[in-house]
């Protein structure tokens, strides 16, 4: 089983709603890095040396590949950090608000505020950590 430089192996089960444009970018940016290895394999098979050079020329691309994917996982993972805490943050404010609201109809005595305010804070998911 050939594995791609991004660490796909072709046998995973594709989701059409998951693939991005960067998903089928590598996709295409692995074909072509594999059609010209092949192509330079075979033009240089005549000459073992060049050969050699061709391929340690070919596994520093590879691992500068790896290490750029890795990066880029590692960017990924922090940004969705970011946004799941983010998230938590604006329920947070989101309740605050309709707390907020509440407190101030019942000051006020306003009958409807405090209807919507109540309807608000039970649409507020509880997800705080």
Not at 53 to 72: H, I, K, M, Y
Not at 79 to 88: I, K
Not at 91 to 110: C, M
Request: proline share 2%; with cysteine.
């Amino acid at each position: 089983m050939s594995t791609f430089a991004s660490g796909f192996t072709g046998d995973e089960t594709l989701q059409p709603d998951r693939i991005t444009k960067r998903d089928i970018q590598i996709g295409v940016d692995e074909f072509r890095r594999r059609r010209v290895l092949q192509r330079d394999r075979t033009t240089l098979q005549s000459c073992p040396a060049r050969f050699d050079e061709a391929t340690a020329r070919s596994d520093e691309a590879t691992a500068r590949f790896d290490e750029a994917t890795a990066r880029s996982d590692e960017a990924t993972a922090r940004f969705d950090e970011a946004t799941a805490r983010s998230d938590e943050a604006t329920a947070r404010f989101d309740e605050a608000t309709a707390r907020s609201d509440e407190a101030t109809a019942r000051s006020n005595n306003d009958e409807e505020l405090k209807r919507t305010s109540r309807q608000k804070l039970k649409k507020v998911p509880d997800n705080r950590w």
